[in-house]
């Protein structure tokens, strides 16, 4: 009788211990990225973890996973979905397959400037637009940001959209940017960004187009010796949360989760600020040269035709409304 009893209080602390373990699991959220920790991505990512370990009391702890190292940003918006990844910050790049109401923000030449590319996304617009996350799973919870886009690649400057002939340059797995580029004529290849340093260096791509902090996140003056500043895309990024997770959490949870996303768009912009004014100093001192001053409206014109292709499948409702807001 003894020995059944020991039995069973060893089994009942058994059971408290793996319970204890489980809610010490639950309340352990992984942030996955595919840029390097010392990026805008990895700014907001530290942001949002000191302020939710703060707020909850070392109750919820943050892992950065950086580098790609849960997947590209199509694995991240999918592993969100089923729950076996609870948080990420991911570009637009590929969001527009899973939430295709976000295709308007990929438009080249879309955003006259940060201030307005903000203002607008922080905005009624830009809540409209993270609530239709929910419906597939994921809680996006704010705005943060790459920047505006632009080209560099290893054959030559491109002053004029003509120079982009025939160039092989990777895209994000987005349709707007591949019609872009293509209308700009180009061989554009989409391609997740784990993928890029190395095509770069094999040669199997010619150049690449992203904002001023991969650039420096990823020495891109090592693959590369031709910047041109394009700015021919405004990219947004997202903060985001699996519904998996965000349900678990109690409401008082959940507005931690907020306000510690909050902090983490804000260190983003402020990092991305910060590379845009050592970024053209940085490019030049490690021997790429720069081609500053382009033809903004001779490319807007060469992918106007996109914009056609855009409204004819989603409509112009969004799209109008952002550009009133900046008139």
């Known amino acids: 009788m003894s020995f059944n009893f020991r039995a069973l209080a060893l089994s009942a602390v058994s059971a408290c211990a793996m319970l204890a373990g489980t809610a010490l699991e639950a309340r352990t959220l992984n942030i996955a990225m595919t840029p390097p920790e010392e990026s805008h991505y990895g700014a907001a990512?530290?942001?949002?973890?000191?302020?939710?370990?703060?707020?909850s009391g070392g109750d919820i702890t943050v892992e950065i996973k950086a580098?790609?190292?849960l997947g590209g940003e199509r694995e991240i918006l999918e592993g969100m979905q089923i729950g076996s990844i609870e948080m990420g910050v991911t570009s637009t790049g590929p969001v527009g397959g899973f939430v295709p109401s976000t295709y308007v923000l990929d438009l080249p030449f879309l955003f006259k400037d940060y201030a307005n590319a903000r203002a607008i996304l922080d905005g009624p617009i830009g809540q409209d637009l993270l609530d239709d996350f929910e419906p597939i799973g994921?809680?996006?919870l704010g705005w943060a940001e790459n920047g505006f886009r632009y080209v560099t690649n290893s054959k030559k400057p491109i002053e004029t959209p003509e120079d982009m002939k025939d160039m092989k340059i990777r895209t994000m797995e987005n349709d707007i940017h591949l019609g872009s580029f293509t209308a700009l004529g180009a061989a554009p290849l989409p391609m997740s960004w784990n993928e890029v340093i190395t095509a770069l260096q094999q040669g199997t791509i010619d150049g690449q187009e992203t904002p001023m902090s991969i650039f420096i996140a990823n020495?891109?003056?090592?693959?590369?010796?031709?910047?041109?500043l394009t700015g021919h895309f405004y990219s947004p990024s997202l903060i985001m949360m699996s519904k998996v997770h965000w349900d678990q959490l109690t409401e008082?949870?959940?507005?931690?989760?907020?306000?510690?996303?909050?902090?983490?768009?804000?260190?983003n912009r402020a990092y991305v600020e910060n590379d845009e004014k050592r970024g053209l100093e940085m490019l030049?001192?490690?021997?790429?040269?720069?081609?500053?001053?382009?033809d903004q409206e001779a490319f807007a014109e060469a992918v106007s035709a996109v914009y056609d292709v855009f409204t004819s499948t989603y409509g112009s409702e969004t799209l109008e409304k952002i550009r009133a807001a900046q008139q």
């Open 252 to 267: 008082e949870e959940q507005g931690w989760v907020r306000e510690a996303a909050s902090a983490g768009v804000a260190a």
């Open 138 to 140: 994921i809680m996006a």
């Open 45 to 55: 990512a530290k942001a949002f973890k000191e302020k939710i370990e703060d707020l």
């Open 67 to 69: 580098n790609g190292v």
């Open 219 to 228: 020495r891109i003056w090592e693959v590369q010796k031709y910047a041109t």
């Open 284 to 294: 030049r001192a490690n021997g790429m040269e720069v081609i500053e001053t382009v």
